[in-house]
């Protein structure tokens, strides 16, 4: 398949570039994955999407801020370093800005001098290895330091840093937010579960991958990077348990529909309890193992995450939904407007 099977034209002004002061306000445009039939309403409409039996599924990552700006200590230039993974032994992948002025042993001092780092690997595309040298707790050295890691299409300065940051947000490592789950509030989660619907968590630390175009021509050769997940005894009984009942799996999120895909493919279909890194591609022609329907926000033309909606629906139904979104002024992207795509076929248990 040729990657611009999946372009389509996005106007930059319906690129969101701040949260809604109400995390429930977004819009939301419900696609019948079988038929295509789109309906345009309002996030707090999602409970009425939702039926006792059913589970949605929640990846409750924390952001690190992640983003640190630093100067060389021999030439006093600034160097932007924006963690992804830690590798062991107080070294991590990052992204370096310009990276052509980092070279293997460069030193760059941080802030007030609390934190240093010292280029110990070239990468590609930017990437490096910094070891990080520092007294103290790394993490409360990072707080102090670091700033949210926003997305390059976000330009506008973030306020409230809280809102690049899932209100179930618990375990620390991602290098950007799951951001299907930003609208959720503690009052909707309640709600949800008044229903009977219950709520399960999924790990997976968001990594280099989200920050990479696909550069290949043919999406069959792009490669993933690897990102670390975890999923608990408790979670991986629920779902197999609702699964077994019939009930539909709702992915919130491309992080959690990723998680549950690479663990059910290797298990004839079950979830386990597992942890371990995941570089799966999920494009049309991927048969889905556990994932039944999907909350997601809009995404960037070309992208591995618009190849995966269309997986788990049509490239047709997704291209004509997002068409309908441009001429509608849905707002895209981390701060925007979400999409349920939903299965109206309910399997019989």
């Known amino acids: 398949m040729d990657v611009n099977d ?10 969101a570039q701040t949260p809604l002061l109400d995390r429930t306000a977004s819009r939301l445009m419900v696609l019948d994955k079988e038929t295509g039939e789109v309906q345009h309403r309002h996030f707090r409409d999602l409970i009425d999407e939702l039926e006792a039996g059913d589970m949605l599924v929640l990846n409750d990552t924390r952001v690190l801020p992640a983003r640190l700006m630093g100067v060389k200590d021999d030439t006093g230039a600034m160097i932007e370093v924006l963690l992804l993974k ?3 032994d107080d070294e991590w ?11 293997l042993g460069t030193i760059v001092t941080f802030g007030d001098g609390r934190l240093k780092a010292e280029c110990t690997g070239i990468l590609e595309q930017g990437g490096r ?14 707080d102090a330091l670091g700033e ?5 299409y976000i330009t506008e300065t973030l306020d409230d840093q809280a809102r690049y940051q899932t209100v179930f ?6 290098a950007a937010a799951p951001t299907a789950g930003l609208h959720f509030t503690d009052e909707i989660l309640e709600s949800i579960r008044n229903r009977g619907i219950d709520i399960a968590f999924v790990t997976l630390h968001v990594g280099l991958g989200t920050f990479r175009p ?13 990102e670390y997940y975890h999923v608990t005894e408790q979670t991986a009984d629920a779902i197999n348990k609702v699964k077994e009942r019939g009930g539909r799996i709702i992915a919130v999120g491309t992080t959690s529909a990723r998680t549950l895909e690479t663990i059910a493919s290797a298990n004839d279909g079950k979830i386990v309890p597992t942890s371990g890194w995941t570089s799966i591609f999920i494009y049309p022609g991927y048969e889905f193992s556990i994932v039944d329907s999907l909350l997601t926000n809009f995404h960037l033309p070309k992208s591995t995450l618009i190849m995966l909606i269309s997986a788990l629906s049509t490239r047709e139904h997704i291209l004509a939904a997002y068409k309908r979104a441009v001429e509608e002024k849905y707002r895209f992207f981390s701060f925007g407007d979400a999409m349920f795509i939903k299965s109206s076929q309910r399997k019989e248990s």
Do not use: C, Q
């Open 93 to 103: 992948e990052t992204l370096a800005k310009p990276a052509k002025r980092v070279k």
């Open 214 to 226: 696909v550069s290949a021509d043919v999406i069959e050769d792009h490669a993933m990077h690897s």
């Open 6 to 15: 999946f372009d389509f034209d996005l106007p930059d002004n319906l690129i």
């Open 129 to 142: 290895i910094f070891k990080f040298i520092y007294e103290g707790i790394f993490y409360e050295i990072l």
């Open 169 to 174: 947000a618990k375990e620390r490592g991602s």
């Open 86 to 88: 830690e590798t062991g």
């Open 148 to 152: 949210m890691p926003l997305p390059p």
